[in-house]
């Protein structure tokens, strides 16, 4: 079992950057697929990317494709979510999820196929 734990979130303005970090105990994390999510007011959570258990494999969501990236370091239980050329419209709280998974190369892009969740870190672009 993990326990996702994100930072790295905050306000920036429109075409900046920030990285988020996911930071998760266990001791199997390399067992585990990744994922990152984010949720705007009033609107559903939804996938922004994924990444496999030994991550060569990554998938992104339409809206973010060429401008984020994600990756893990698997010794230091950790993924990241560089953002870059940031939009308004990518405002929202970002969550970091977990799953287990036995195949090292998929990745997993709905919400119900993650097991574990963070709490979320708040990411603001200003106009």
């Known amino acids: 079992q993990v326990q996702p734990v994100e930072s790295g979130g905050g306000l920036v303005q429109a075409g900046g950057s920030l990285r988020l970090s996911c930071a998760a105990s266990?001791?199997?994390?390399?067992?585990?697929?990744m994922g990152w999510f984010r949720q705007a007011p009033g609107k559903e959570r939804e996938f922004v990317a994924g990444?496999?258990?030994?991550?060569?494999?990554?998938y992104y969501a339409d809206s973010v494709k060429g401008r984020f990236a994600i990756s893990r370091d698997n010794a230091k239980n950790t993924v990241y979510l560089q953002m870059n050329s940031l939009k308004p419209e990518d405002t929202a709280v970002y969550y970091c999820?977990?799953?287990?998974?036995?195949?090292?190369?998929?990745?997993?892009?709905?919400?119900?196929?993650?097991?574990?969740w963070g709490q979320g870190t708040q990411v603001t672009v200003s106009s």
């Open positions: 266990g001791r199997t994390f390399d067992s585990y697929a």
């Open positions: 990444i496999s258990r030994t991550g060569p494999t990554t």
């Open positions: 999820a977990a799953s287990p998974i036995l195949h090292t190369l998929v990745v997993l892009t709905t919400l119900n196929e993650y097991n574990y």
